[in-house]
């Protein structure tokens, strides 16, 4: 019973690379940030945020996970960490108050261009916004998602190309990273030599076919999203 739940860890572990290069964007966070993290829970990013003295509140619209989320700061004595229970359309919070909005896997949920909107209103100028969300373009990934859709929220959508680009009605600049095309072929061959040797090679011609300039990009899995600029 136990030996899905390891294959879908394993096969978030083995592609990292889409994770790394969002924390890395999280890493340039400075220190007196004001951070405002949409979507909240035991797994929020503002824990480590609040380890280095950020500033982040944390905000859903479910209680159940800001109450978890609100444990954990308290377990791992984050004083610097909020939480709240708040639609991300529709933030109960004053003009130009954060420095940077940051999400994972939460555009998917949300009507999109009213968060946009609230982001670019809450964010001082010179503000940033960084997300991390799936890619809705690719039609084997999507027909994985239609057959596995009792593990899905009933709400969620991977978002396109056009609702990225929404975001520049609201922000000058939108910087778009994909990740993982053809390494996700390595996935069931796991974490032995062959499959290293594989993926190694798959994630080289993905750097290729992933390249800003070319339109296989949005058939990716995994987009990490910089805004910058917000006109509100």
Not at 173 to 188: G, Y
Request: net charge negative; charged share 30%.
């Amino acid at each position: 019973m136990t030996a899905p739940v390891r294959s879908r860890a394993q096969f978030y572990e083995d592609l990292g690379n889409a994770s790394q290069a969002f924390h890395a964007l999280i890493d340039t966070i400075p220190g007196d940030a004001e951070v405002l993290e949409l979507g909240c829970g035991a797994d929020a990013l503002a824990f480590d945020l609040a380890a280095r003295g950020v500033g982040v509140l944390g905000v859903s619209t479910d209680i159940d996970d800001v109450e978890r989320a609100r444990h954990e700061a308290e377990r791992r004595e984050l004083s610097t960490a909020r939480f709240a229970e708040m639609a991300p359309e529709t933030l109960l919070l004053p003009d130009a108050c954060c420095d940077v909005v940051v999400g994972v896997s939460s555009l998917h949920r949300l009507d999109i261009a009213r968060t946009y909107a609230e982001m670019a209103r809450v964010l001082r100028p010179g503000g940033r916004g960084m997300l991390l969300e799936a890619l809705g373009h690719n039609p084997v990934i999507n027909a994985y998602r239609r057959r596995t859709l009792h593990r899905r929220d009933r709400f969620e959508h991977p978002i396109r190309r056009d609702e990225i680009d929404l975001a520049r009605r609201w922000f000058d600049s939108v910087r778009v990273e994909t990740h993982h095309l053809l390494d996700l072929a390595a996935v069931p061959v796991g974490d032995h030599l062959a499959g290293r040797a594989a993926r190694s090679v798959l994630r080289g011609a993905d750097r290729l076919l992933l390249r800003p300039s070319s339109p296989l990009r949005w058939h990716a899995w995994i987009a990490v999203v910089e805004l910058e600029g917000p006109r509100p």
